[in-house]
């Protein structure tokens, strides 16, 4: 069953919504709002079930429980949590500098927020499916850059400083690799629509179809995307034996809360966006849900599913590997990533220019 | 405004100072590192102490014998038995009393049970500060079955305040030998999976080798003793040089390493808790059964003059030396301990290095804090 790409559930909630309504421009801009506040509930449990998750993947490998006392199975935990860190109070140094410090955290989880929508979760369900999303979502992430940056800056802290430096270092150097194995894929796709990159993947997903150049791209875009979601063995940004908590170190409350949760979700964005160019997004594996009805759900659960996985990989790397030196993360780019990722990419051009991939 | 003209030859980047500690993640107590740091660079390390300092070289002169050996639990609480057992020592030669031979053998398992204990919490810290968190929790887990066993027999896990002058405190638990015997095992077999967590890893590898060298002309000169001294290759085992207890009974290998660098000093500790395991195995079948404590006087007075012992705790040469001038309380104790001529190491080899490095060379110092500053 070859599905089309031409409905889109929440263009026809904007358009359904405001025609009941009747309140023309306005009616479409409280459905916008509406869709927000969708997401943005939708994500913040998101972004505090991962961590609750975390916590018990964590302690599956450190022959520990993990939270199991507040509600069944703990999970009220992480809630408990983020009830507690809104109620503390946001203390710091007197001299921060208080503009950046207070913008820092704002910048990182609205351009994490801003990412979550155009991503696709199922055929049809993404709030801003434009048709260059992967660029869209490469630009955006980027700004979030700048929050650790200002945050690490704007805290009058040197741990905070260095800790804000690398992670500059870091996310500038590791974007670039991951921008071109999202390259390669594109090439293979010929467009920037995520939504279409899906639809292309039903013939195969690109990971099995790209040959050997997609293979080495995925490779390098989980490494890249470790790296940028400022997880071990590349979380030198927060290296807490090194630097305290970096360039978080002087937050408190919710100002921590933000970064920690911005955390998250920008780790469900690398394996969102890892599922969505080289597993096929929300297609069902070889099909097998296709012909049961309510495609949107199955959809949805393989999204998540696949998601899934990818983040208890993210979460095994954290979990197993130790820290790399800040010279060893530069090498890695530089020196191995980047130009395997630029051959990588000639590669893929020669196969599609040849009509190579299947 | 007075006009600054800046040239190229003038531009440098500024260095700056860092507080490291005293309250730090990565340092495993109250120390206090001032860094001169240069963009990540360490430029100068000046350990700053006193923040844990209890006066316990001065406590003990205002103590009577039998009591400085609690102190002593307080100076590497890592080490404890070790520490206790060389002030046993020190009394017991000074008034020259024989120890049962059961004594000698219950104190070096004892002794070597701790060693292993402290190598272990050693191995778990040395993963978290290089980032690797499991490590700590699997180090736990075994360190756990020796404070188990050390709680059966000497009532406490930590601070164990076993050895007297004269003796041991209590006779060994008798579930004691069997729970050695099924810990020995269950230990070679893990030694092997911490090996696959972190010593095969490449990111270790990478981290650990050719940083922090030391040579052994520096460990000598230093003062540095213990797995860091063997891991420049220098030779200084006082369980060999001059076997206490029972330990010339025993045979076992010094571990010596050549290579100087933090790699080193990390295989030196990962394979002396073989030849631990080693030592118990040759005493614990035949424990002989003389008596737990020798005959000694209510009140020790220790005769006039000087005495030295030297042990090998798990961090390196622990010396005691007491100097008598005859009453009940000694007039002067003092305690070499290998944590705060380890540190001096540090001070030369953390040098110009990145702040990662440091950290990692700091972790196979294996310092203990109260053992530094007393």
């Excluded at chain 1, 150097?173 to 467009?191: D, F, K, Q, R």
Aim: charged fraction near 15%; include cysteine.
């Amino acid at each position: 069953m070859i599905l089309t790409n031409t409905t889109n559930y929440f263009s026809q909630f904007i358009a359904y919504f405001s025609d009941t309504i009747g309140w023309g421009m306005g009616g479409q801009i409280l459905a916008y709002v509406l869709i927000a506040i969708v997401y943005l509930i939708f994500f913040a449990l998101a972004g505090l079930y991962l961590v609750y998750l975390e916590r018990r993947v964590a302690a599956f490998f450190q022959l520990r429980l993990g939270p199991n006392r507040v509600g069944p199975w703990g999970l009220m935990q992480t809630i408990a949590d983020a009830l507690k860190l809104l109620s503390k109070e946001i203390f710091g140094t007197d001299r921060k500098d208080k503009l950046l410090y207070h913008t820092a955290y704002y910048l990182v989880i609205v351009a994490a927020l801003i990412s979550l929508s155009v991503i696709p979760f199922s055929n049809g369900i993404a709030a801003y499916d434009i048709n260059i999303g992967v660029f869209f979502i490469s630009a955006v992430s980027s700004v979030g850059i700048l929050g650790l940056l200002i945050g690490g800056w704007g805290s009058n802290n040197k741990y905070g400083v260095l800790g804000g430096m690398r992670s500059g270092l870091q996310m500038i150097s590791y974007e670039l690799s991951s921008g071109l194995a999202i390259l390669t894929i594109v090439l293979m796709a010929g467009s920037l629509q995520l939504s279409e990159i899906i639809h292309q993947q039903q013939a195969g997903w690109f990971l099995w179809r790209g040959h050997i150049p997609a293979l080495i791209a995925f490779v390098i875009f989980v490494i890249a995307g470790t790296a940028e979601s400022n997880r071990t063995p590349f979380d030198l940004p927060e290296g807490e034996a090194e630097l305290g908590a970096g360039y978080h170190t002087e937050y408190s409350g919710m100002g921590f809360a933000w970064f920690f949760l911005a955390e998250f979700i920008n780790m469900f964005i690398i394996s969102a966006v890892g599922v969505t160019l080289f597993l096929g997004g929300w297609l069902a594996p070889f099909g097998i849900t296709d012909g049961l009805g309510m495609p949107w759900l199955w959809g949805f659960i393989w999204f998540f599913i696949k998601v899934g996985l990818m983040i208890f990989l993210l979460m095994w790397f954290r979990w197993t590997f130790p820290r790399l030196r800040i010279d060893q993360l530069l090498t890695l780019e530089w020196k191995y990533l980047l130009p395997i990722g630029l051959v990588n990419i000639i590669l893929m051009a020669v196969l599609v220019y040849y009509h190579l991939v299947f | 405004m007075e006009q600054v003209i800046y040239n190229s030859a003038d531009l440098k980047s500024q260095e700056y100072f860092i507080n490291m500690g005293p309250q730090h993640p990565a340092a495993h107590g109250v120390l206090r590192l001032i860094l001169t740091m240069d963009g990540e660079m360490v430029k100068n390390i000046e350990p700053d102490l006193g923040y844990i300092h209890r006066s316990i070289e001065k406590q003990c002169e205002h103590e009577g014998y039998k009591q400085i050996i609690h102190l002593t639990d307080r100076l590497d609480y890592l080490s404890s038995h070790m520490n206790n057992e060389a002030v046993a020592l020190a009394i017991e030669q000074a008034m020259q009393i024989e120890v049962p031979e059961r004594v000698k053998v219950i104190r070096t398992i004892m002794g070597e049970l701790t060693r292993i204990a402290s190598h272990l919490l050693w191995w778990g810290v040395m993963g978290m500060d290089v980032g690797a968190l499991t490590t700590f929790m699997y180090a736990f887990r075994d360190r756990e079955m020796i404070n188990d066993i050390m709680e059966e027999t000497c009532g406490a896990r930590l601070t164990m305040s076993y050895s007297t002058p004269g003796g041991v405190m209590f006779d060994l638990h008798p579930n004691f030998v069997n729970r050695v015997k099924e810990f020995i095992p269950h230990l070679r077999s893990v030694i092997p999976k911490y090996d696959e967590l972190l010593t095969g890893n490449i990111i270790f590898q990478k981290r650990m080798k050719n940083v922090g060298f030391l040579s052994a002309q520096d460990a000598i000169s230093l003062g540095a003793s213990g797995p860091v001294a063997r891991g420049s290759g220098v030779s200084c085992d006082r369980r060999i040089i001059e076997p206490y207890s029972a330990l010339s009974k025993v045979d076992f290998k010094e571990i010596l390493y050549q290579e100087g660098d933090n790699l080193a000093r990390y295989n030196v500790r990962m394979k002396e808790m073989y030849e631990s395991l080693h030592i118990i195995e040759q005493l614990i079948d035949n424990i002989p059964d003389d008596g737990i404590q020798a005959k000694t006087k209510a009140l020790i007075k220790l005769p006039k003059g000087e005495f030295l012992q030297r042990v090998e705790t798990a961090r390196g040469d622990f010396g005691v030396y007491i100097v008598s001038d005859g009453k009940k309380n000694p007039y002067r104790v003092k305690f070499r301990s290998p944590g705060f001529s380890n540190l001096n190491t540090l001070m030369e080899i953390g040098k110009n290095q990145l702040l990662g490095d440091l950290i990692a060379i700091s972790a196979t110092m294996d310092f203990v804090i109260p053992d530094i500053d007393r």
